[in-house]
Nanobody, 122 residues
């Protein structure tokens, strides 16, 4: 069964850090582009950070310098390290995967996780 499962979300104070994980099963991430999106209540889904299969990455300006995407192909897992968190980072975070980097960035991934809630609040 092909699936992506996110974990690592939770409640954190402003300025804190979280590391989200996205574990893939049923397929090998090595050959896939991976992305993280987020969606806050009442807002459109927003692309956060992306990793191609050849090592290229892209990070949205809103989180650049604070969020870092990485992958561990041996564990078939992708991570999103989030530092210096702000209340406006509060959202449900989703990972997605596709053979196409462009499709992944456009939100047209082949596979999606169920999402993990991140809440930044004092």
């Amino acid at each position: 069964q092909v699936q992506l499962v996110e974990s690592g979300g939770g409640l954190v104070q402003p300025g804190g850090s979280l590391r989200l994980s996205c574990a893939a099963s049923g397929f090998t991430l090595d050959y896939y582009a991976i992305g993280w999106f987020r969606q806050a209540p009442g807002k459109e889904r927003e692309g956060v950070s992306f990793s191609s299969g050849d090592g290229s990455t892209y990070t949205a300006d809103s989180v650049k310098g604070r969020f870092t995407i990485s992958r561990d192909n041996a564990k078939n897992t992708v991570y999103l390290q989030m530092n210096s968190l702000k209340p406006e980072d509060t959202a449900v975070y989703y990972c997605t995967a596709s053979r196409s980097f462009i499709a992944t960035m456009k939100g047209h991934g082949d596979y999606w996780g169920q999402g993990t809630q991140v809440t930044v609040s004092s």
